[in-house]
């Protein structure tokens, strides 16, 4: 049986870094403001763990971005399916990522799609022409590589 997943993105700032990616990929950032109510009701968590980000509570040091299209917890507002999740970390970026996000622009459009990028925060490194392909590799707010083809 195939296993749920996420990404799990580490971040200075998550909140901003799900914003930008959210952009970036069309993605919906999560609203989980149901269950921090509930929690912040009951006592379990402290106020000082969330802030108000879109117009609801959300956690402070957690954010979470998913696709359209795929379902999400009712309870949680957690994605069920593609999703992309920051969590906070006190140091930052310091070596290249072992794993990176591709970008797949329309055909014919990935200048475009570079543009767009750069206009949401990114940075251009590289655009790397080889025989198996061309794409250029890029660097989100915070430095994360990610390559756009």
Request: hydrophobic share 40%; proline share 7%.
């Amino acid at each position: 049986m195939p296993l749920h997943w996420k990404l799990v993105i580490d971040a200075n700032d998550p909140l901003a870094l799900a914003d930008f990616w959210a952009e970036a990929m069309g993605y919906l950032p999560e609203d989980n403001s149901a269950l921090i109510e509930g929690l912040l009701a009951s006592g379990v968590v402290p106020p000082e763990l969330t802030v108000e980000w879109h117009g609801h509570h959300a956690w402070r040091d957690l954010a979470a971005v998913r696709h359209p299209d795929d379902p999400c917890d009712e309870v949680s507002g957690a994605g069920l399916g593609r999703r992309l999740l920051f969590q906070r970390v006190p140091e930052t970026k310091t070596a290249k990522n072992r794993l990176h996000i591709d970008l797949h622009s329309e055909p014919g459009r990935r200048d475009e799609e570079v543009a767009r990028l750069e206009g949401l925060g990114a940075t251009m490194v590289h655009h790397v022409r080889e025989q198996g392909g061309e794409w250029c590799i890029m660097r989100d707010p915070e430095g994360n590589e990610f390559c756009v083809q």
